[in-house]
Structure formats: C-alpha cells, structure tokens
C-alpha cells in the first residue's frame, strides 16, 4: 500500500520567494510520484511527475521537483512565487504499474504581495 | 482534444435523495477512476474500471454508492439514499491503457442537506 504525508495544510509564501512544499511518501513498491494543482473553481491539473530516470522533474509553471528515495521524499519547489501560483498542491503516489493514486492531504499555498 | 467532464459541476439535494453524477473520460482512455474529497479530508479513491469492467471498487464507502460505465465509455455514479456524509467533491479521470498519467475532471461538488 502506499501513503503521503504532506505538512503543513496552509503556506503562506511571499511574491518572489521560494516555494517549497514537502512531500514524504510510502510504498512498498517502486513509486510512481505525482504533483497536481487545483486553482480556485478548477480541477486537478497536473504540474509534474516522477516514473522512472531523472530523478529531478521539471513540470508546468516553473515548478520542479526531486526524488530522493533515500529519504521518501518528493519536495515541489519554484525559485520565485507569483500571485497565480496561489492555489492548492497535491502530491501523489502510485505504485509501480498499479494507477491507484494516494493523495497526501493538500498544500493551500497563500501568495502575500 | 477535449479533457475528462463531469455532470453537474454542482448539486444540492436533501438527505435522502438520490443523485447521479456522470463522467466522460477522454476519447480512447480504456482506465476511469472515481474519486472523492470530503469537507477537510484528503482526496481518496473510490473506484477503478477498465473499459466497462470493474478493476477495483475497493474504495466505495457503502452499498449506496453505484458505479456504471456502459459499454466502456462514460460512467456515472448514483448515490441513493443520500446522507450528509456524502456531501464533497467528487473527482472523475481517465488514463490510456498502458499510460501513467491520470488526467482529472473539474469534479461534481455535491451538499446533501
């Protein structure tokens, strides 16, 4: 089986800063790691995700993301926020082969001007 | 090319009603999945078809939930009798046979009062 941790339910990031939302996963097999995003009134839209090789993922928006297998983890991060990256980020796990996706609980990112 | 859509994008029946949520994966998608965020709670999967054939539906909370994909292309879910409970936002989406991306819909924001 596998699960998600994902801290801190709301960020608040000033415009220009760095994101970073963690993401801490579980699997007992090979994971598949995802990032979606739900802006206001939308759907999940998917920002990046992680199969297999390159272990840092560029995805839409500026966004990337690492997997480190050694510490289970698959942090989203962005050099520079703007107000448009306000909105609520998932992380995702799925095991290899197997497209039964394990949400952690959602990142609601705040951007201050 | 059109994504995954879902019908309606909001509801509100009383408690015990029932009501029937419909989704229209993308063309060609063999994979649809149905999942649900509840008020405050993660987004947790409910089931899993491939074509017309139920894959997992180890997810549904209960016998008031029904599941449908007729002929492999659109589903829907019914839930009847309605509790309070079930009020949140349902999520359909789709995936190609062998793909690993799971393409989501708006969803279907559901209150049961």
């Known amino acids: 089986a596998q699960s998600v941790t994902q801290l801190g339910s709301h960020v608040s990031v000033s415009e220009g800063a760095l994101v970073l939302l963690r993401c801490n996963y579980s699997?007992?097999?090979?994971?598949?790691l995802f990032w979606y995003v739900q802006y206001p009134n939308q759907g999940l839209q998917l920002l990046l995700k992680?199969?297999?090789?390159?272990?840092l993922v560029k995805g839409i928006n500026g966004f990337e993301a690492e997997f480190k297998k050694s510490e289970t983890s698959f942090h989203l991060t962005k050099p520079s926020a703007h107000m448009s990256d306000a909105a609520e980020y998932f992380c995702?796990?799925?095991?290899?082969?197997?497209?039964?996706?394990?949400f952690g609980k959602g990142n609601q990112v705040v951007v201050i001007p | 090319e059109a994504g995954v859509t879902q019908f309606p994008s909001h509801s509100v029946i009383e408690k015990g009603q029932t009501v029937t949520l419909r989704c229209d994966p993308i063309s060609g998608h063999d994979n649809l999945y149905w999942y649900r965020r509840v008020m405050g709670k993660e987004i947790k999967f409910l089931l899993h078809f491939v074509k017309e054939s139920k894959q997992d539906e180890s997810g549904m909370p209960n016998n008031r939930f029904l599941a449908e994909r007729t002929g492999g292309t659109y589903s829907t879910l019914k839930v009847q009798p309605a509790e309070l409970e079930d009020s949140g936002v349902y999520f359909c989406?789709?995936?190609?046979?062998?793909?690993?991306?799971?393409?989501f819909g708006e969803g279907s924001w559901l209150t049961v009062v």
């Open positions: 995702a796990v799925s095991g290899n082969g197997n497209n039964r996706l394990a």
């Open positions: 989406a789709s995936s190609q046979a062998s793909g690993n991306t799971i393409y």
């Open positions: 992680y199969t297999t090789g390159a272990t």
């Open positions: 699997s007992s097999v090979p994971p598949y």
